[in-house]
């Protein structure tokens, strides 16, 4: 099984930074994505951004410019997936999820649908204050 952990949440105020990190291991297919989502009170589920193996990445409109997606060499056993929040705003405050796909993801649209991926971390929680 794949086990997915996300941390580094925490409160920060309007315009500072944080950086997330999701630990993904256990995984050893050649092809794969990892993807964050977040999901703020009475909302739905919504996606952020995802990393492909081969690093090709996709943001949300509404995160673009400001969030970025990395991760780092590992092999596909163990992995770390990055996600630096800059420029936050109150509206970023959620709850946020890494989860992984077996699989690419190809498309923005298609990295926002939660039945795309197989396997869901606990989520960690963003608070940007005004």
């Known amino acids: 099984d794949v086990q997915l952990q996300a941390f580094g949440g925490g409160l920060v105020q309007a315009g500072g930074s944080l950086r997330l990190s999701c630990a993904a291991s256990g995984f050893i297919f050649d092809d794969y994505a990892i993807g964050w989502f977040r999901q703020a009170p009475g909302k739905e589920r919504e996606g952020v951004s995802c990393i492909n193996r081969d690093g090709s990445t996709y943001y949300a409109d509404s995160v673009k410019g400001r969030f970025t997606i990395s991760s780092n060499n590992a092999t596909n056993a163990e992995k770390l997936v990055y996600l630096q929040m800059n420029s936050l705003k109150p509206e970023d405050t959620a709850v946020y999820y890494c989860?992984?796909?077996?699989?690419?993801?190809?498309?923005?649209?298609?990295?926002?649908?939660?039945?795309?991926?197989?396997?869901w971390g606990q989520g960690t929680q963003v608070t940007v204050s005004s």
């Open positions: 989860a992984y796909k077996w699989g690419r993801i190809s498309t923005a649209q298609q990295m926002n649908v939660l039945n795309e991926y197989d396997y």
